[in-house]
């Protein structure tokens, strides 16, 4: 066995057990050893060609980066002094360090614009560094001939200004799903309340790991937005956020709908995992659903009108702004409306001319974030925050273990039903399902009255084993139960396993949850009959075939009576 190259250490070659270098490895390893070096970045824009020539390998000691001379001509150059010295160098590197770039403290925007434009898969951000964001930084996955990783982790952004995000987006939805971005670990610090940490506009597949953002990082307020998926003319599905933090924001994550070309509804299969909350603003929603289309009106041929032109309805005045049509083609998108669309008249373009009277009003028209995962979500939330928003499409949408906590003297929600015009809960079709929702702590399940039905049926189990207690569960209407008849037996009605059964705690009091059981008049009387040995309790209700008629045990005891409700004779077991 022999240990690790050297070659292999200079170019970051994976580690293996036997290692015979190639002849050319050796070579490069023999000349930059052996060749040029600088001690400082600063250095290499002195180099001229009587040090390295074209090809030549040359070390900085201060990063530890190699630099291979470039033609002269070269476009591809990832550094060039042609101001200078007029040389130009690659840097022999697969990951995307911004040391070996010339980054030592301060604004990050050239170079992860020139990670997020090049050929490299990895940006990694030197661990322990806190660096700026002057800007927006743009990737754009049609491009992508690879899938990009933005290594953050042990470091720390801020944005500087309140342009400054990092914008994910795909142009040529016609493209279909593309290359995954993923972004591990590190920190984000927000500029103000109008400040976005990452836009994700129109683009599949961006994944977070482990990333932590907060709005004010004095938490003096709670501001600013974490992540914006937004639709505008595709969709922004398969989002996943795990084992990530939101500290003082107004919202965590922002699921928006903005119209668009052939835009789409569809936030569907999300994932959102492992969410801790801090922080927040009364009235908001940490997940919440926003939209910019205020009436979407059921049109045939919508492309007919004119993306942006100004709309009008007759009689009832109301106006808008054309923002486009979903794929379908079945509806007009409108936005800034006032007044109020109705089904009874047209709708006419001021561009256009186009003139047609909806067959359906939606108002507001929301994402559908479907067939998504939102688990184990946890924090101290502050007074008024809400978890998250419902509303729109959301079938087939799990919700599971929700458990953040308020102040002493607060109130904060797990959800919130969004409205329409009309003031009512905004469902265009199914809901989700949820379990395992705690409301401990001084939350609320509901912000506001919703008005309907807000959850699906929860998934069909072969069978639901409640554990016998033997001590009383919490004491809330609602809570059902299965005592053990001994140990916790509600109203002393049974003796033995007589007392033992399923209860249902309902106004302040236990109550035992009946069935019947068919017998006849023989084994009522009969004391060594298991009807009289067995789950006897005071009350319980039997039928005999007998008599046509029902019975009640008066008492626990096998030799207990079993009184007629029908004439009110006994039958006394013997």
Known sequence: ??????????????????????????????????????????DLAEVDETMVPVGGLLRCIENGAVYERAPGGAADAHLDYTGGTGKKWYVRSDVYDPRFFGWSSGDMLPYLQQFADGDWETFRAPRGSEWDLSDTVTIVVDDLTRSKTLDLEGSVRTNTKNNAKILIQQNDKSLGVLKYVYINGGTTLLKSDNNVGFHIKDARNVRFFGHEIRGDPTLATSQGVGVLVENVSAYSERFMFQNCTGVNLRHTIQFHFAGGVDGG???????????????????????????DVGFALGVANPQNYTLGEVVTQDLTGATGIVLGWPESQSALFIGSATGTFDTENAVIGATSGKSKVPSSVISPRLPNVYDSTFENISGNLNDGVIVMDLGGGMIGTRIRHVACETGAVETAYVFRV?????????????RPSFNDIDLANRMELFHGSPDSKSFAPMQVHDGLHLVPSNYPPDVKDGVIAYADGVNWNPGGIGEGNGGAGVFMHQGGNW??????????????????????????YFGKPVFSSTTNAEYRATGAAPSASWKSQLDGSLITPV
Do not use: C, Y
């Not at 969004?418 to 199914?430: R, V, Y």
């Not at 009522?524 to 009289?532: E, G, Q, R, S």
């Open 1 to 42: 066995m022999s240990p690790k190259s050297p070659t292999d250490i200079m170019f970051g070659n994976p580690p293996t057990d036997i290692h015979q270098p190639s002849p050319a490895e050796l070579r490069d390893w023999m000349d930059l050893n052996g060749g040029p070096k600088v001690e400082t970045f600063a």
């Open 418 to 430: 969004l409205k329409n015009s009309a003031g009512l809960d905004n469902w265009t079709f199914e």
């Open 511 to 536: 109550h035992r949850l009946v069935t019947f059981k068919e017998t006849n008049n023989v084994k009522l009387a009969d004391i060594a009959d298991p009807i009289n040995t067995k789950r006897k």
């Open 265 to 291: 509804f569809s936030f569907a299969r999300a994932m959102v995992e492992n969410l801790t909350l801090n922080g927040g603003i009364a009235g908001e929603a940490q997940i919440a659903l926003t939209t």
